[in-house]
């Protein structure tokens, strides 16, 4: 409680901030603490919810205060990768209730928190349960009232697939007909009949292709035999060369050898006239048997002469012995080169002419063996697609009846499922309306009647005197749209009491929903109904024990003291961060 502009919305919109919401609206109260914590009940086991104030992309803490030995949860405000859990969807899971989706439209915790959660200051007299979208709007009740049925989504999927491939077939029997009766299409006879002879043709075709092949493969396989002599003579070709070669270097060094020994020779038989080798002058001609040189006389110097001449002579016979022998091998190894020449050409002749003669005919004939059997295969599958063509009809007629087979199953089981889910629609949204009305009524006891939709859950609401009229209808903001929008979500948790199946979080939060307290007349009764009216669902347990928690804020204090309420006083100097209401853990 507290006057307009005390923070009573800054406190409220903290007050879940910490389970990870998206659409709490961060003030600089909140910036201003370092951390918000929360601690919270969920069927009965008590959850710690910490977020940091100053910086709210920062992961969340969630906490099981009953089970010390379970991990503490740190998790995202949003997910930054694919398949990462966020806090609100841990939080979400915790209250028991699906990530729902139906096709654009998903609904999550902050849906859930701005549909059936909590009612806005800025939209509590104005928008129905909040505005938003009416996708998710509609998609989160169907949650909270358990009708959400992902299987019906499938079925619904299934028939209209069903019902495409129905048409789908008949349509292409009926194009097909018409092309048949326009004359577009052959007669079957004439093409089964040349089905039949071109698959003869090409059979045919195929053993000329496998000769031809067979062939092509013998002449390869020859060729190999003649590129191999070839090679083996090449091979001999190249030895010989290098023999001859080497016989004929052999040769020109003898030849070389023979003649300085023959120059030696004529040296011996011809001696030069000599030189004094003391002053270089000529040497005066002596008697036989004295030195030329000193004039003494002197033994053997005939004979020695004699004897380098025979050796001389010796050494030039031998020479020109092995000479002779150098010229025949030389000769030799030539005519063994020019034979290994020879052999090596015709060896690459032989091979070319089979080139020429044997092995590119046999490749020809093997390639158009081919390409003409290739030919009449395409002209077989061509010719059997016509005939299966011509034998569209009958096969078409079964694809149709399986079809509709198909069809007529799939939507008798949607349509058992529909019929199914609108009963339980109906009979889900007729009950509630009874406590819509209910609730109304001890807001305003001018209402006569109240129903809600069972498709989009619009209500019409009926006043005496009066016109019914949809939300939207009644007055542009106060107590009308105000009643209706809290009656339905206090109507929606008595539901949750009466049916199992609906699954309604046990709490409420009302921002500023009775400013008339401290009116007087109509207003001021309006305002202390809405206040009894809170109350009432406040003590009402649920089964399992537990009563709905409703948090409201009012700009006047409550007219007297009220059982179970506690009332927090806000104003400019004593704000709700200063004295927030603590818990013991």
């Not at 099981?64 to 694919?82: G, R």
């Not at 004094?276 to 040189?293: D, K, W, Y």
């Not at 939507?411 to 009979?427: F, G, L, N």
Request: hydrophobic fraction near 40%.
């Amino acid at each position: 409680m507290g006057h307009s502009k005390a923070g009573k919305s800054t406190a409220l919109e903290a007050l879940l901030y910490p389970l990870g919401l998206l659409t709490a609206t961060v003030m600089p109260e909140v910036r201003s603490c370092e951390y918000v914590r929360l601690v919270f009940r969920v069927a009965g086991t008590r959850w710690q919810a910490t977020r940091s104030g100053s910086n709210p992309r920062a992961r969340v803490s969630l906490k099981n205060l009953d089970n010390p030995d379970e991990i503490e949860h740190v998790l995202p405000v949003t997910s930054t990768k694919p398949g990462e859990r966020t806090a609100g969807a841990f939080v979400q899971d915790l209250l028991g209730l699906p990530a729902a989706v139906r096709g654009a439209t998903r609904v999550g915790l902050d849906d859930f928190y701005g549909t059936v959660m909590a009612l806005r200051q800025n939209t509590i007299a104005s928008q129905f349960l909040g505005g938003g979208k009416d996708e998710a709007r509609v998609l989160a009740l169907e949650v909270l009232l358990g009708l959400w049925n992902e299987d019906l989504a499938g079925l619904e999927k299934n028939a209209s697939e069903a019902t495409s491939r129905h048409r789908a077939a008949r349509s292409a029997l009926a194009a097909f007909k018409k092309l048949r009766d326009s004359g577009a299409l052959a007669d079957p006879v004439s093409v089964r009949a040349a089905y039949e002879q071109k698959q003869r043709e090409h059979l045919a075709a195929a053993e000329r292709w496998q000769k031809a092949d067979a062939a092509l493969k013998t002449a390869v396989g020859e060729r190999g035999r003649l590129v191999a002599l070839h090679k083996a003579a090449e091979a001999q070709r190249r030895k010989t060369a290098k023999q001859a070669v080497s016989a004929h270097v052999r040769l020109n060094g003898a030849t070389a050898e023979h003649a300085r020994a023959e120059g030696q020779l004529a040296e011996l038989l011809s001696p030069k006239a000599q030189d004094c080798t003391c002053c270089g002058q000529p040497l005066p001609q002596r008697e036989p048997g004295l030195c030329l040189q000193c004039g003494q006389p002197h033994d053997g110097q005939a004979g020695r002469r004699e004897q380098q001449i025979a050796a001389a002579r010796a050494k030039v016979d031998r020479l020109r012995l092995r000479l002779r022998t150098l010229e025949d091998a030389s000769v030799a190894a030539a005519a063994e080169a020019a034979e290994a020449d020879t052999a090596a050409a015709a060896a690459l002749t032989a091979r070319d002419a089979y080139d020429d003669g044997h092995l590119q005919p046999a490749r020809t004939a093997a390639q158009q063996a081919e390409k003409e059997a290739h030919g009449l295969s395409r002209d077989v599958a061509q010719l059997k697609e016509r005939l299966e063509s011509a034998d569209y009809i009958s096969a078409q007629e079964k694809v149709i009846k399986a079809a509709k087979e198909q069809m007529e199953a799939a939507q008798a089981a949607r349509d058992a499922a529909v019929t199914a889910h609108d009963v339980r629609r109906k009979e889900v949204t007729g009950r509630w309306a009874e406590f819509f009305l209910t609730r109304l009524q001890q807001i305003n006891p001018d209402v006569e009647t109240a129903s809600i939709d069972p498709d989009d859950f619009t209500t019409r609401v009926k006043e005496r005197h009066t016109a019914d009229k949809t939300f939207a209808e009644s007055s542009v903001a106060g107590s009308p749209k105000v009643a209706t929008n809290v009656a339905l979500l206090l109507a929606l948790r008595d539901l949750g009491r009466a049916d199992p199946g609906v699954r309604v979080p046990p709490l409420l939060i009302i921002d500023s929903p009775l400013t008339g307290l401290g009116a007087q007349g109509l207003d001021h009764a309006s305002g202390l109904r809405l206040i009894d009216t809170l109350i009432d669902i406040a003590d009402d347990a649920s089964p399992d024990g537990y009563a709905c928690q409703v948090i409201a804020a009012t700009n006047d204090p409550l007219p007297r003291p009220y059982p179970g309420v506690r009332e927090i006083r806000i104003d400019t100097d004593n704000r709700f961060f200063d004295h927030a209401p603590r818990r013991d853990t």
